[in-house]
């Protein structure tokens, strides 16, 4: 049979170190995932083997932080393989500015980074926190609350992050977009929406696509195919017969949109 064994290499194509494991994964952010048999492990760029292959699941979590599965469950480790919550949960989540969401059953809860403390509120649904607010369920009620736990908007509708601090509201199979109080962006409700991205989120009319600016106006109508999120101040888009790839074009829709938000 074939040995396979697997190594690192710079941008030069030179060997720098082999994998401590059998398989190992892509570099992000400094650490990848290696895998020995069943058990998987950390290793940093050094080739040093941060956290040995002892866990059925390692997930790096962001700031030196990791979720770790033994056995069933999910806990928390730091960099140096300390536990800093134990197996508790079915899932943990990635960190989120000062917090982290966790799944335990059927229900979520938030822990804070800082000092690890567990929320006491658990909620049959839970987004993670955008901009200091996250859409959460109790109760058959959807609200947002704030880093504190308190409520800054209850409603019966489902809500889901819109993007740039806006969130999106669905009643009905319909959407729009709210802000952090519960305030619609405008009155308008559509099939579909992106969430905004540089001030632009795409909307959809019947079998078409638009885009929608923050002020709730249309600043292109609903006759495009498809649609992709802006990107650095350019759209990507489809129509019938026509690619949306064309610079000349893609520069006369953003004049549109600059002149539909004078």
Not at 159 to 173: A, M, R, S, V
Not at 224 to 245: D, M, Q, T, Y
Request: some cysteine; charged content about 30%; glycine content about 10%.
């Amino acid at each position: 049979g074939f040995d396979k064994k697997y190594f690192y290499i710079n941008k030069k194509g030179e060997k720098q170190f082999d994998c401590p494991g059998e398989v190992c994964q892509s570099f992000n952010q400094g650490i990848a995932i290696f895998t020995e048999g069943a058990s998987k492990g950390i290793v940093d760029t050094s080739g040093k083997v941060v956290i040995e292959a002892k866990y059925d699941d390692v997930i790096p979590l962001g700031n030196q932080l990791f979720t770790a599965k033994y056995g069933d469950l999910y806990g928390m480790i730091n960099e140096k393989d300390e536990w800093l919550l134990k197996p508790q949960y079915d899932k943990i989540y990635a960190v989120k500015n000062k917090f982290i969401r966790a799944k335990k059953g059927n229900l979520f809860s938030f822990i804070e980074v800082a000092n690890f403390k567990i929320s006491s509120e658990y909620y049959d649904y839970a987004t993670d926190y955008v901009t200091g607010i996250a859409a959460v369920k109790k109760a058959e009620k959807y609200m947002l609350i704030d880093e504190n736990g308190r409520q800054k908007f209850t409603g019966k509708n489902h809500i889901k992050p819109g993007g740039e601090g806006y969130w999106i509201e669905e009643e009905g199979g319909k959407f729009r977009f709210i802000n952090a109080d519960g305030k619609p962006l405008s009155d308008q409700w559509y099939e579909a929406l992106y969430q905004f991205e540089e001030g632009l989120a795409g909307y959809q009319k019947g079998e078409y696509w638009g885009y929608i600016n923050d002020s709730g106006v249309e600043v292109i109508p609903a006759e495009l195919h498809i649609i992709w999120s802006c990107k650095e101040g350019k759209i990507r888009f489809k129509a019938v017969g026509f690619s949306g790839n064309d610079d000349a074009l893609v520069d006369e829709l953003s004049t549109m949109i600059e002149l539909a938000s004078k």
